[in-house]
């Protein structure tokens, strides 16, 4: 199971642990954006850490810029690179 982000993760957790499925013998599981509670899981969560500061730094520089330039019409792209922090979630048996 990929869930796109930390809260649509605990709750896919919680519905695994509901049914009585256990991470990774019965199911694998991935999050995007580090779980704030990852040290509470065992199995550890495997998940793709996206650099969050950054994101929110290079944000700012395009508002700003784009304020200074009164240019909003041009589109930006940006790319950084993420983590992916393997953990137990998503091992091979």
């Given at each position: 199971m990929f869930c796109t982000n930390g809260p649509t993760g605990l709750g896919a957790l919680r519905a695994i642990r509901d049914c009585g499925l256990r991470t990774p013998e019965d199911i694998a599981f991935v999050t995007v954006d580090e779980l704030t509670v990852h040290d509470l899981f065992y199995p550890s969560i495997t998940t793709v850490v996206q650099p969050a500061h950054e994101i929110g730094g290079r944000a700012a520089e395009i508002l700003l810029d784009r304020i200074e330039s009164s240019?909003?019409?041009?589109?930006?792209s940006v790319r950084l690179h993420a983590v992916l922090k393997v953990g137990q979630s998503s091992r091979r048996l």
């Open positions: 240019s909003a019409s041009d589109s930006v």
